[in-house]
């Protein structure tokens, strides 16, 4: 950075203010985000606030600027961080973590895109071919998981809809060889039904904008958005991301990553059957329910490899024991659609499971010499999805909100009462402060 660049407004660390009160500490946030300084500390935590826009802070030059150098050496920074955090795993040969909290479209995934391209960039340029495979794999495997666990919200147009913990594993030498995904709570409602304003998975709309017309042809599915009715709230919407280009950055991702071309097109197919599963209706002929076009089980049977009848009972039945004996009962026409719906969302989330499986095979930590010397450690990085408040909420929404709250009490578990713990411990004078 220059020594323009360089330059600090208002306080970089809130621990150096004066007085801490609430209009303060936002008149101090106001004061450098006006002036460009997006990140701010608080000790050892950074908070940041969205721009909304690109900013040249994450070049080469930068990541030189915070390589190696200790965490208030340099200016409030997502990268001064992830190196604390790298520096403390390769001095001490001990786990760490990077938890990435805040609320829908604060910039969260972006922040841990950046965080391993950091921890990537710094790690020994390495005459192995496996780290640099190894790191490769890491950085494809984001576009991949946002494709189809990331929606266009109102708050965001590329909002996480699912929870990611990664592990990174590290080499004696510091060295990443490897590492490890659990999603959780993929809101799979979006699949069915979105709020006015917002999309489905960008998955869906990928296809049916990028896919080449032999390929939707082979999958019986048109570009138009609207004719589909899972996603026709969401084709109405004028948005600035580019589906067709998105769609052509994912799969060749998905081809480096490792998967195999009838990976990719089984994916493909689950896609267009969820979508041609909306479309299926339900008719009532006096004391039985139908489906009112038999040609779209026959489609739907084909792209899942399954034979029409089983789709058709599937639909129109449910299974019910009643003491030995096995009976199927036939659907009403509002439990047909209520198990169409409920079909549609259970294929998807098993395909993002399944692709999340699939990247967990290609970057897992190989049997090698790399971790005979018994250092394998770990950063992990938290990124969870934002709190948000809807006119209706869905039972995920609560769900997530639920978890953004117990990741809170995290927070004020490791900050606030460790702290004071500390402080009593060592005798120093000091008001205790209450919380819940």
């Given at each position: ?289 139908l489906i009112e076009d038999g040609r779209l089980v026959s489609i739907i049977a ?135």
């Amino acid at each position: 950075m220059a020594e323009q660049e360089s330059l600090e407004f208002g306080k970089a660390d809130f621990v150096l203010m004066d007085t801490v009160s609430m209009p303060e500490f936002m008149a101090n946030l106001r004061l450098r985000f006006e002036k460009g300084r997006i990140y701010t500390f608080i000790g050892e935590v950074v908070v940041s606030v969205n721009p909304y826009k690109s900013l040249n802070i994450y070049g080469r030059d930068t990541i030189e600027q915070y390589k190696g150098r200790e965490l208030y050496e340099r200016p409030p920074h997502l990268f001064a961080i992830a190196d604390a955090a790298y520096k403390a795993m390769k001095r001490r040969s001990k786990d760490t973590c990077i938890v990435i909290s805040g609320e829908s479209g604060a910039g969260k995934t972006e922040a841990s895109k950046y965080i391993m391209q950091y921890i990537a960039a710094i790690t020994n340029p390495s005459q192995r071919a496996e780290i640099e495979r190894v790191k490769n794999m890491l950085l494809k495997s984001n576009c991949v998981l946002e494709a189809f666990g990331n929606a266009k919200t109102n708050r965001n147009d590329n909002s996480s809809r699912f929870g990611k913990y990664m592990d990174i594993n590290f080499d004696f030498k510091g060295d990443p060889i490897g590492g490890h995904i659990n999603n959780y709570l993929l809101e799979k409602s979006r699949v069915i039904v979105q709020q006015p304003g917002e999309r489905s998975f960008h998955s869906f709309y990928q296809l049916l904008q990028g896919g080449s017309d032999q390929m939707l042809r082979s999958l019986h599915l048109q570009k138009s958005l609207s004719s589909y009715n899972y996603i026709h709230v969401g084709a109405q919407l004028k948005s600035s991301i580019n589906d067709a280009a998105e769609f052509k950055v994912v799969a060749d991702a998905m081809k480096v990553i490792g998967f195999k071309p009838e990976e990719i097109q089984t994916a493909y197919k689950i896609l267009a059957a969820i979508l041609h599963l909306g479309n299926l209706k339900f008719v009532v002929d006096g004391d039985t329910t139908l489906i009112e076009d038999g040609r779209l089980v026959s489609i739907i049977a084909e792209l899942l490899s399954t034979k029409t009848d089983m789709v058709e009972k599937a639909l129109l039945y449910r299974t019910v024991a009643t003491g030995r004996d096995v009976i199927d009962k036939q659907h009403t026409e509002q439990e047909a659609s209520y198990g169409r719906d409920a079909f549609a969302k259970a294929i998807y989330e098993r395909l993002f499971c399944w692709i999340v499986s699939r990247i967990n095979d290609i970057i897992a930590v190989k049997n090698s010499d790399t971790t005979i010397h018994g250092k394998n450690t770990v950063i992990g990085v938290l990124d969870i999805y934002g709190f948000e408040i809807f006119d209706n909420n869905s039972f995920e929404q609560f769900c997530i909100n639920y978890c953004n709250e117990k990741l809170q009490q995290l927070f004020i578990q490791l900050v606030l009462k460790q702290e004071q713990e500390e402080y009593q411990r060592e005798g120093i004078p000091w008001k205790h402060m209450g919380f819940l």
